[in-house]
């Protein structure tokens, strides 16, 4: 059974920095496909990064260069991390790590994919 249970988010300034940790056990699919949604109150969920077992990384436009994704280690069970910088107060949302599989095209995005956490908290202050 997969498990996804996410640390790290908390209450911060605008500007100042987190990082968000998932940790991914009993899946087993080989060419996953994992990464981060958000969900802000009141908005649509949206994927903020998806990245496969390579290592390849695909942000939400909104990112522009602040957050960065990794692993610590490309088979699973692994850690998932979001580092997460320049934080602004749109960026106040709940952080939800998801895996899953590719699409049927081959494609890896977070907002395809079928098991999610429980989500962390991000409040970002003006």
């Known amino acids: 059974q997969v498990h996804l249970v996410e640390s790290g988010g908390g209450s911060v300034q605008a500007g100042e920095s987190l990082r968000l940790s998932c940790e991914v056990t009993?899946?087993?699919?080989?060419?996953?496909?994992m990464g981060w949604l958000r969900q802000a109150p009141g908005k649509k969920r949206e994927g903020v990064v998806s990245?496969?077992?390579?290592?390849?990384?695909?942000?939400g436009d909104f990112v522009k260069g602040r957050f960065t994704v990794s692993k610590d280690r490309d088979e699973i069970p692994l850690t998932l991390f979001l580092q997460m910088t320049d934080l602004k107060p749109e960026d106040t949302a709940t952080y939800i790590c998801?895996?899953?599989?590719?699409?049927?095209?081959?494609?890896?995005?977070?907002?395809?994919?079928?098991?999610w956490g429980q989500g962390t908290l991000v409040t970002v202050s003006s």
């Open positions: 998801a895996a899953g599989g590719r699409t049927w095209r081959g494609d890896c995005s977070v907002e395809a994919v079928g098991t």
């Open positions: 009993g899946y087993t699919y080989e060419d996953y496909c």
């Open positions: 990245i496969d077992r390579h290592g390849t990384a695909t942000y």
